[in-house]
């Protein structure tokens, strides 16, 4: 007996973050955090669920394009995902009207996330197992013949892939219970957003020092003077030894980029992130040379392999920020975590948002076990907001994520949340 | 007494080319050329019309982002605009949580060239002009107030683009006379579909070169040998003196390209168009470099003005193909063709589609007047389909573009043609 996909079901959920301005920054004074949000509802006892994050206005235009391209999904058989997947990933991403739209960028592609994570949620919790262990159960072959290599082969074969994955895998028990011992190293974006006042960021490092947290995000990008100020301010709360990191959110054109980094190097910043626009990979690779040591990190706005791959070629990205919900899905993030490593980079995912930490978690984990072996340089973004709307919300313990243990991709938000939230008919927004 | 916008009306139109092979290609079997259409309607006696161009599936979605951006304009002063536009453009493509989808890419920008260039309807059908003669009675401040340099800078900054444009229009009058006796040059896209056969493209040839063309462009990037077999009949047909442009629609890898081209050089290709994805930058530049002296020509699905910026830097792009309608409507074209003038690369639109050679003879005849005061290496593409559900559809005398005096943009639709092949209801698709 298979059970099947029965039906797909969408829901346009916001939440009213700009009230607090919790996730403020020089590019977006008042995101209101949001999920286009997609059910795949099976006839058995377990159902699939993904997103995309957007910030507010326009969650309804991905929300209709989920539609659009997941309803074909009904009637898959869900015991045979391992088969279904490569077809399912090139109907979602490579089918040529949808391909116009972009090809394989802005709403289609973060839909097509979506419904991937949706079907990969709803494969690891059919087989049982948290998704970074459905992931290493796979054969390297298996796992490969789930991921596209169009217009990234030139670097990455999928032959070459299979070799990766089959050497990276040796030693992984040893490093499993390494992370189940100490978790996987994060830092917290919480302290440090634009709009918070200098008094609010002190008590929340001090709060966040106390429970831990070593390495820590702050926004710049507004007056210099006052990004300085702040900068300074930050790296005298948490001393010499934490990392520090600045993140401009694409605000500054290039020469702009390196005359501000020039000034704010005086915090002695790890990584400077999206410096300038996401699409400038020539602009990052001057950046980049103009401004080390500091490091130039990039990509939760980077939108396919093709743009990965490039920027990892030119040397504009030292710190590779792969987003799970805007690359399609696991099969396009695994290929950027491959090309990645191909190149000594490390991933540090991007992160906050809404599920977004409950989703790379399972993708770093597997990056340790199978890819890169390494956590030298690697850090997942946290950020303390909306994990209460999940049904298996990460758990932080002293700046590290724990070990997820729940079957799936921690994808699935509760029901009350999506009720409450859903736009506009929602008691959240009824309210207003 | 002031006209105002008063509502904001779309449409979902598609035409079931599919049906002839009609705009096959190598990465397209079966387009339904399609149009995201809005009308904007006043109290006066002028109404604006724009589209985005998708080929069938995604055109709702299309559709209702332009539905979720265009409401605001609603209440906007007809006279007004001049001082209007730029503010239309920062709202369209600088909106925080509408950027969060891109920035600036894939459907919410298709979006906003369809807005965009419904306001650019308006405007010039208000003055009375067609909008190539809108642009030139703008001056070059008031004109370069509609254009966005952001993350451009570094090449092009509005103060230099003052000086281009007051240098470029130096000596109009007799190139506009020139102009109106011979036509701006173009070549035909209309007999070398990929779904055609021999018989039929023979007789397509024939009868193209009867009405005066000399220019042909072919669809490649099937199999290698009758690619091959394909080119060199062509280039038979049209003589030595012809060019012949050949079109790969993204299929190859870049190894794959520059070993492709390399066999088809036998037929004396003028350009190579889209030889690999778009995205690929530094790609292109690698295949411009293998294959020199053929050019290698892109641009239709080069989504923004900082992608446009680096393929031209990188060398990657001999002959630019902006497209009317992918770009952010007039104001981006305007910037990209712009910065192609700085690096003396030739723009040949991307046409065809639906409405496209109704578009672009606008801008390559103000690129001509205005900016590169050059029409070498330069011609408009132009496939012979929909023109009769146009209003005001291009003329064509002796392969060339006769310039368009009704004002406006010609980018209205029929409104029996609208209400024909609206989707699903109309009722060309009510027979199928």
Do not use: N, Q
């Given at each position: 007996m298979t059970i099947q996909i029965t039906g797909v079901e969408t829901a346009d959920v916001r939440f009213p973050t700009s009230a607090t301005h919790s996730g403020s920054d020089a590019m977006n004074p008042d995101p209101d955090y949001s999920a286009a949000y997609v059910t795949l509802h099976t006839d058995g006892d377990v159902e699939g669920h993904g997103l995309a994050f957007t910030i507010g206005r326009g969650n309804d235009v991905v929300t209709k394009a989920i539609e659009v391209i997941a309803e074909p999904l009904a009637g898959t058989g869900v015991d045979?995902?391992?088969r279904q997947m490569p077809l399912i990933l090139r109907a979602l991403t490579q089918d040529s009207h949808i391909r116009w739209l972009g090809p394989e960028k802005g709403v289609m592609h973060l839909a097509a996330a979506a419904v991937l994570n949706a079907v990969w949620d709803l494969w690891a919790k059919q087989r049982g197992m948290p998704l970074w262990q459905l992931?290493?159960?796979l054969t390297p072959e298996e796992l490969v013949a789930c991921l596209d290599f169009r217009h990234v082969q030139d670097v990455l074969t999928p032959g070459e892939a299979v070799r990766m994955l089959a050497e990276g895998r040796l030693g992984h028990a040893e490093r499993l219970a390494q992370l189940e011992e100490h978790g996987?190293?994060?830092?917290?974006?919480s302290a440090g957003w634009l709009g918070y006042d200098d008094d609010t960021v002190r008590r929340l490092v001090k709060d966040s020092l106390d429970d831990g947290?070593?390495?820590?995000?702050?926004?710049?990008?507004?007056q210099l003077d006052d990004d300085l100020r702040r900068a300074l301010f930050l790296?005298?709360?948490i001393g010499p030894d934490g990392r520090l990191m600045l993140d401009a959110n694409q605000v500054w054109e290039v020469p702009e980029a390196i005359a501000a980094i020039s000034v704010l190097s005086a915090c002695d910043p790890y990584w400077i992130?999206?410096?300038?626009?996401?699409?400038d990979i020539l602009g990052h690779a001057a950046i980049a040379q103009a401004i080390a040591p500091v490091r130039v990190a990039t990509g939760e706005h980077v939108h396919n392999r093709v743009m990965f791959k490039q920027f990892l070629a030119a040397g504009a990205m030292a710190v590779c920020q792969a987003d799970s919900c805007r690359l399609a899905g696991v099969n396009e993030n695994i290929v950027v975590y491959l090309l990645a490593a191909k190149h000594g980079v490390p991933v540090c995912p991007h992160a906050g948002g809404v599920g977004l930490c409950e989703f790379v978690q399972h993708l770093s984990i597997f990056d340790y076990l199978s890819i890169s072996g390494s956590l030298d340089g690697r850090?997942?973004?946290?950020v303390d907001h909306l994990h209460?709307?999940?049904?298996?919300?990460?758990?932080?313990?002293r700046g590290a994520y724990v070990v997820p243990t729940a079957p799936g991709f921690s994808t699935q938000m509760r029901a009350d949340a999506v009720a409450e939230y859903r736009y506009p008919e929602g008691g959240a927004w009824a309210a207003r």
């Open positions: 045979d995902l391992a992931l290493l159960s996987y190293p994060a830092y917290i974006t947290w070593r390495h820590f995000k702050l926004k710049v990008g507004g790296r005298d709360l992130e999206e410096p300038t626009s996401p699409d850090m997942i973004e946290y209460e709307m999940f049904v298996d919300p990460v758990k932080i313990r």
